[in-house]
């Protein structure tokens, strides 16, 4: 659609171009190009049609050189670079008169133009200019009227016709270049994508870690302020260590009698030289805080002689 867009734009941007022509033919007078020098004779009289020679040739290249030179193109309203052309030559441009324009004086004129107006006015000027050319050099090498060579128009000057050929040339290329260049953009982006693939397997086979685009927070919202801080730390004893806990506080028991609970006297170490055994009165505390029993401490001595 692209391509089809850019022909279509560039056949309507491209300005339509109009070309007008003609074809003209040197002749001589009928009584021929020699004048009597007794006018009391008669002079034959021949058909003009007949009487082509290499001389009317001759003149006629004259006229073309004299029409392509600068100073007559610009009094024709033509300049270079300008919007309109001139062409004047002797038919080798013009199909038509191709095959024949080795065989006769013709002057052939084409005027393309961006105007119709400006064609048939351009075109017109130089029919004029060619005509007066002709008579005047006549009247340079003194010669007689009788024998002035005058010219005939073949084929009179055409209405303007316009021709889109440029356009068309113009609607292809670009066409042309659309296409290519479409091609050229969709095998640059393949390649690339084969190459940034390429790029990650190679990356992945080394182990080497994928750099990730960067992420840009879009968000407006403001961060949220930090909140209290947390719980400031009993403040320490002096030493730095925590105070002991009251032991009557978080459900510890407290110590008993070493006689309660069905806990053994204490044995005389004096007798029988046993070993020195002493209740502590301690008792085990479960995680909750109840007692579980009493703990017992042994200590072992020597014993006493009995002369102490």
């Avoid at 056949?11 to 001589?28: E, K």
């Avoid at 010219?151 to 316009?162: E, F, G, M, S």
């Amino acid at each position: 659609m692209l391509a089809l867009a850019v022909a279509a734009a560039a056949y309507l941007l491209t300005p339509t171009r109009y070309v007008v022509t003609t074809s003209m033919l040197l002749t001589t007078p009928a009584a021929g190009g020699t004048l009597n020098a007794d006018p009391d004779v008669p002079v034959g009289l021949t058909n003009p049609l007949l009487q082509f020679s290499d001389g009317l040739r001759t003149t006629s290249g004259m006229l073309i050189l004299a029409m392509n030179g600068p100073e007559v193109q610009r009094d024709l309203g033509v300049v270079e670079g300008g919007p309109a052309e001139v062409t004047i030559d002797d038919g080798r441009s013009n199909p038509d008169l191709l095959g024949i324009s080795g065989n006769g004086p013709f002057i052939y004129v084409k005027v393309d133009s961006d105007s119709a107006t400006t064609a048939r006015m351009i075109l017109e000027r130089a029919r004029q200019r060619i005509s007066a050319e002709l008579v005047e050099r006549q009247r340079m090498l003194r010669a007689p009227t009788s024998t002035h060579i005058s010219i005939l128009d073949v084929v009179p000057p055409t209405a303007p016709k316009a021709e889109i050929e440029g356009k068309v040339q113009m609607a292809g290329v670009g066409l042309v270049l659309t296409v290519v260049l479409g091609f050229g953009i969709a095998y640059l982006a393949q390649r690339r994508g084969l190459f940034e693939r390429r790029r990650a397997a190679a990356a992945a086979a080394s182990g080497e870690p994928q750099e990730e685009p960067p992420v840009v927070d879009l968000s407006s919202s403001e961060p949220e302020e930090d909140g209290p801080s947390a719980e400031e730390d009993p403040e320490p004893s002096q030493n730095g260590a925590a105070p002991a806990p009251d032991p009557g506080q978080n459900g510890a028991a407290p110590a008993r009698d070493p006689g309660q609970n069905g806990a053994a006297p204490a044995v005389d170490p004096s007798q029988n030289g046993a070993a020195e055994m002493e209740d502590s009165g301690a008792l085990l505390v479960s995680d909750d805080g109840m007692p579980t029993g009493p703990i017992e401490v042994i200590r072992v001595g020597a014993p006493r002689s009995s002369t102490d």
